[in-house]
């Protein structure tokens, strides 16, 4: 059986990865611009969705049309979320390293059940968010590729 102290200091340590990795994959999508390019990228393919359903009857009427295309462009709420995702996975990651920090330096036993579930969380949305950014990342790149390739053939 593990000691509270030992479980402690694993949370602890677990916490400050978890920080530092969460900070590097926001700093990944914010720098690289990976959010703003796929949320334009997104509502521009949304937008487009719409004109090709119009060409081609698909969709008829004005107001079944202008209702597309606001759900087109709400799309990129998304994108939001996990943005919002990213920011509450480094404020859990902060708390744990804090409850962590709190019971080794005090001793309180509030800290001890509120660490393990703020290590559950963390662990469970760190792997989402990194399944999310990677997807990200990677439809960015492939569009990238795309849009190079096709310009290659124009010239």
Known sequence: ?????????????????????????????????????AIYRWKAHGLEEVDQKVNKGKLVGETRIRRAKRFAKLRPLWFWVVAVLIGLVALASGLGLFSS?????????????????????????LTLVTVLAVGIAASGAATDAKESGSKQQES
């Open 1 to 37: 059986m593990v000691g509270s102290k030992d479980l402690m200091i694993a949370l602890f340590s677990a916490f400050a990865s978890f920080s530092a990795f969460g900070a590097a994959i926001g700093g990944f999508l914010a720098t690289g611009g990976g959010i703003q390019t």
């Open 101 to 125: 920090f709190w019971w080794l330096y005090t001793g309180t036993g509030w800290a001890i059940k509120g660490t393990v579930y703020l290590f559950e969380f963390v662990a469970v949305s």
